[in-house]
């Protein structure tokens, strides 16, 4: 089995306008943070798609792992303290 020769690799989101969210769009190789950018944008918004991108090394990546479910999503319905029953919602407020 050869070694891997390709360069580094980093997952791309792209936000498609101002405010709205990220959306993962693939992969690139580079060797470094300003070569993935100029490599994201080279191959995913060449037709003007996007107006910010975000690159991130796979490596850097954390996952939860799908077999600990139950207890990782454990419901939080005893936890009094993360509920926001207590709040009052302030008048003229249209998102909080």
Not at 17 to 44: E, I, W
Not at 68 to 89: C, H, I, L, Q, S
Request: net charge negative.
């Amino acid at each position: 089995m050869s070694a891997d020769t390709q360069l580094e690799k980093w997952e791309v989101f792209i936000q498609s306008k101002p405010g709205a969210n990220f959306v993962h769009a693939g992969c690139v190789h580079a060797s470094d943070k300003k070569m993935a950018l100029q490599n994201a944008r080279d191959t995913y918004t060449r037709r003007g798609e996007g107006t910010s991108i975000w690159v991130v090394p796979c490596d850097a990546i954390v996952a939860s792992n799908p077999d600990e479910n139950d207890m990782f999503f454990d419901p939080a319905n005893d936890k009094t303290y993360r509920m926001p029953t207590f709040y009052v919602m302030p008048e003229g407020a249209k998102a909080i």
